[in-house]
């Protein structure tokens, strides 16, 4: 680490210390545009030994409890590297390196599962019903599968998937790391969208090296470093999938597609039929050929979505139509009686 980054993290260190309250709305706007300071950070959390490290963690968890949103997408930006350097530190068995790391994590984790009143959250999401159109899809392209599922949804059989309540955990085990983990990445992924481009490309690089880390495959991809192999969950899987798919289309195309084959690579070899289906759809689903890096702005998902309004207008079936039919119809058959008298 160089001396003028070395400045710049003990400058950000002081100056947070000593800002009045009033002043915390305007520093935190400032704070996403310093990207200097977020890349000499990245640079103190990959240095376990850093003398910078302890109060950097410190700092970062004072901005998640401060209240304030940005200040809190200001620490979330750094988890996909946080998760990494700990799970690191892990495997090669040097627990006393990851001592700030862990409080830090562990701190996240603890807000967050619970709401302002200290009560346990509990998290809930209705799965879409396909007889609904969304922007994915319209019910009358999927022919019976449609009437199938509107019955359902008049019986109220929606289904809903419920997390927690989580309890709070004074340490990570080996018994609940995966779970404080994969939990810390569901809000992480809640965030996608105030995520900077270097967090996406942070999360798309753990994502490979956890994966590959201690397999064949990391002499393919050359990472060095650590060589022992992280154990993953199936659950922690997924939710990195869903991080990898929203960088998809967030400027992070190359990234996103080596984390995908890597993914899929080790949840074969770990046969976890959860990440293997999720990862398998997100790649039917890829349009073909890469799409273009976009660093300015964000790619959106193509959807093809069938014009309803002037087909309506001109096919639609009233009961005023109906019943100027069955008119018209009468007349014309009054009309033949008539010329058939005469």
Not at 16 to 33: I, R
Not at 49 to 74: A, D, I, M, T
Not at 153 to 178: C, D, I, W
Request: hydrophobic share 35%; with cysteine.
């Amino acid at each position: 680490m160089f001396t003028s980054e070395k400045g710049i993290v003990e400058e950000w260190l002081s100056e947070f210390k000593t800002l009045p309250e009033a002043s915390l709305p305007n520093y935190a706007t400032n704070l996403k545009d310093k990207n200097s300071l977020v890349s000499s950070l990245y640079k103190v959390i990959q240095e376990p030994q850093s003398e910078l490290l302890e109060p950097v963690c410190h700092q970062l968890f004072e901005f998640y409890r401060s209240g304030e949103k940005q200040l809190l997408q200001f620490t979330l930006q750094f988890l996909p590297e946080l998760i990494w350097c700990y799970l690191a530190i892990v495997v090669s068995r040097n627990v006393h390196s990851s001592g700030c790391i862990e409080a830090l994590l562990l701190g996240v984790y603890n807000l967050e599962i619970v709401d302002k009143h200290g009560h346990s959250k509990v998290l809930s999401f209705t799965i879409p019903s396909l007889s609904k159109p969304s922007v994915y899809h319209e019910p009358s392209s999927i022919g019976s599968m449609a009437l199938t599922e509107s019955a359902l949804s008049q019986h109220g059989l929606s289904k809903v998937v419920y997390s927690g309540p989580h309890p709070q955990r004074e340490m990570l085990t080996a018994q609940n790391r995966f779970e404080v983990l994969t939990f810390l990445l569901l809000c992480y992924n809640a965030a996608l969208t105030y995520m900077p481009s270097v967090s996406l490309q942070s999360l798309c690089q753990i994502c490979s090296r956890i994966c590959v880390s201690g397999y064949p495959r990391q002499h393919v991809r050359k990472y060095k470093g650590i060589s022992s192999r992280i154990p993953v969950s199936s659950g922690f899987m997924v939710q990195m999938l869903t991080g990898i798919y929203f960088a998809f289309y967030n400027g992070e195309w190359d990234l996103a597609q080596k984390a995908l084959d890597d993914i899929i690579y080790r949840a074969q070899l770990e046969l976890y039929p959860e990440p293997l289906l999720v990862a398998n759809a997100i790649k039917a689903s890829l349009p073909h050929g890469a799409m273009k890096s976009n660093k300015e702005g964000t790619r959106c998902i193509q959807v093809e979505i069938t014009p309803t309004s002037s087909r309506i207008s001109r096919n639609a079936v009233t009961s005023m139509s109906i019943r100027g039919h069955r008119w018209k119809r009468h007349e014309e058959i009054n009309g033949e009686k008539l010329l058939q008298c005469l």
